[in-house]
């Protein structure tokens, strides 16, 4: 099983900063089958990211996903009130697996 | 518009078995494979499994192996979700989520999941 950890578990930030959420696999991920979703209280997931680097449907271009192998990166390049959430990355290499989470919280 | 609605929340008693509906519209049901993930509260998301709409085969993550079973049915374009022999556990929001795109004459690689249902609480307690 591809094991997923995210850091940091909390990120505490400011609207107008950037924020930087990291999610290393262990193994690594084959073909950057690698997703990163949003989830606010009370709502289902939303996909931000899909292989590693490509913004689903009506994603702002503020959200941007880097890296391959066993590094991957979200990047939130300036942050709206609207973008403090949970934050989620997923592999669907081999199986699915997802992280346990970066809460970004309003500083 | 592509969406996916899920029945109701529901409360179960320890042992007893739970069935979650999820009704595809908007798009093909028989061309997207659909997964059910569940998030125990305040918890993080956990794959239980894989069906594929068209033929109906699945696969089950390995923790799931023997107590849950995913059907469809075509007519209504919807997917069920059975959990047998529930424990306090099991006490969860469940969703159901659009996956790869699925066709019999080429490969599909895999994808994430772009759709997702509103989610079903099941509470399992006595």
């Known amino acids: 099983e591809i094991v997923l950890t995210q850091s940091p578990g909390t990120l505490s930030l400011s609207p107008g900063e950037r924020a930087t959420l990291s999610c290393r696999a262990s193994?690594?991920?084959?073909?950057?089958?690698l997703g990163w979703y949003q989830q606010k209280p009370g709502q289902a997931p939303r996909l931000l990211i899909y292989?590693?680097?490509s913004r689903a449907t009506g994603i702002p271009d503020r959200f941007s996903g880097s890296g391959s192998g066993t590094d991957f990166t979200l990047t939130i390049s300036r942050l709206e009130p609207e973008d403090f959430a949970v934050y989620y990355c997923?592999?669907?290499?081999?199986?699915?697996?997802f992280g346990q989470g970066t809460k970004l919280e309003i500083k | 518009q592509v969406q996916l609605v899920q029945s109701g929340a529901e409360v179960k008693k320890p042992g007893a078995s739970m069935k979650v509906s999820c009704k595809a519209s908007?798009?093909?049901?028989?061309?997207?494979?659909i997964h059910w993930v569940r998030q125990a509260p305040g918890q993080g998301l956990e794959w239980m499994g894989i069906?594929?709409?068209?033929?109906?085969?699945?696969s089950y993550a390995q923790k799931f192996q023997g107590r849950v079973t995913m059907t469809r049915d075509t007519s209504t374009s919807s997917v069920y979700m059975d959990l047998s022999s529930l424990r306090s556990e099991d006490t969860a929001v469940y969703y159901c989520?659009?996956?790869?795109?699925?066709?019999?004459?080429?490969?599909?690689?895999?994808?994430?999941?772009?759709?997702w249902g509103q989610g079903t609480m099941v509470t399992v307690s006595s």
């Open positions: 069906i594929n709409p068209s033929g109906g085969s699945t």
């Open positions: 989520a659009r996956g790869h795109y699925y066709d019999s004459s080429v490969y599909s690689p895999p994808d994430a999941f772009d759709i």
């Open positions: 193994p690594s991920v084959s073909s950057s089958y």
């Open positions: 997923q592999q669907y290499g081999t199986s699915y697996t």
């Open positions: 908007g798009y093909t049901f028989t061309s997207y494979y």
């Open positions: 292989g590693a680097s």
